[in-house]
């Protein structure tokens, strides 16, 4: 009589999953600096490999494809310490400017923060763009880039609407546009690498404007 076989239990270990969260990082990383300098399409799966310093293989294991490693990036740059997909409400930045009671200071402490944003995102962005028109698939994450921005704007727009804060005659789909149409990242590349401003410049002016245009 056979002796039954036991089904063999999956072994999780902390420090394994600690290990491919870091693999991950790695590979991230080195896309963003390949896909800066040489664009998406200049980009080979071989040449992300190489300057992560991990093998072929392990990139398509973690990633499966080049698509889905500039995936991870756009939601790491959009969504900084947050999870991504994380809903704005929930955000550790909602929650910050939630608890201003000030809608002066909130706006300029958006400013700061998006800001902060933008210089992440920028980059990022530039790649996108340029490989909308040649491939469907990062039209989509340029779109989905786009959606998630408004959704950001659009809490706030909301916030300072639960308090009676927006100027008269302001909707707050009026006041989401608005928001949106200045935290677009191509706006810090005009003013940061084409007009030479400083981040902290830019900074204040966001907050100077969202204030001018979005309060009474």
């Known amino acids: 009589m056979e002796t ?4 063999r239990r999956r072994y999780h270990s902390p420090q394994r999953r600690q290990q491919a969260l870091a693999t991950r990082r790695q590979v991230v990383e080195a896309a963003g ?6 664009g998406y399409f200049g980009t080979s799966v071989e ?11 392990t990139v398509y294991a973690a990633f499966g494809t080049k698509g889905a490693v500039l995936s991870d990036l756009v939601d790491d740059a959009i969504f900084g310490r947050d999870a991504p997909g994380t809903p704005a409400i ?9 608890h201003e009671p000030n809608s002066t200071r909130l706006l300029r402490d958006w400013g700061e923060y998006v800001c902060e944003v933008m210089a ?6 530039r790649v ?8 469907p698939d990062i039209a989509q994450l340029w779109q989905r880039m786009k959606d998630q921005r408004l959704t950001g704007q659009a809490a706030v727009a909301q916030l300072l609407a639960d308090r009676h804060a927006l100027r008269p005659g302001l909707t707050v789909g009026q006041a989401a546009d608005i928001i949106y149409v200045l935290c677009d990242a191509a706006l810090y590349d ?11 410049q830019l900074a204040r ?8 245009l979005l309060l009474p």
């Open 47 to 57: 040449a992300i490999a190489r300057e992560a310093g991990v093998a072929v293989p």
């Open 120 to 125: 992440r995102v920028a980059p990022v962005q």
């Open 190 to 200: 005009t003013f940061v690498l084409d007009r030479g401003w400083s981040p902290r």
């Open 128 to 135: 996108v763009r340029s490989a909308t028109d040649s491939d």
């Open 90 to 98: 929930e955000r550790t930045w909602y929650a910050e400017l939630a």
């Open 33 to 38: 600096r390949l896909f800066a300098r040489d």
């Open 205 to 212: 002016w966001l907050g100077d404007t969202f204030c001018a």
């Open 4 to 7: 039954p076989v036991k089904p």
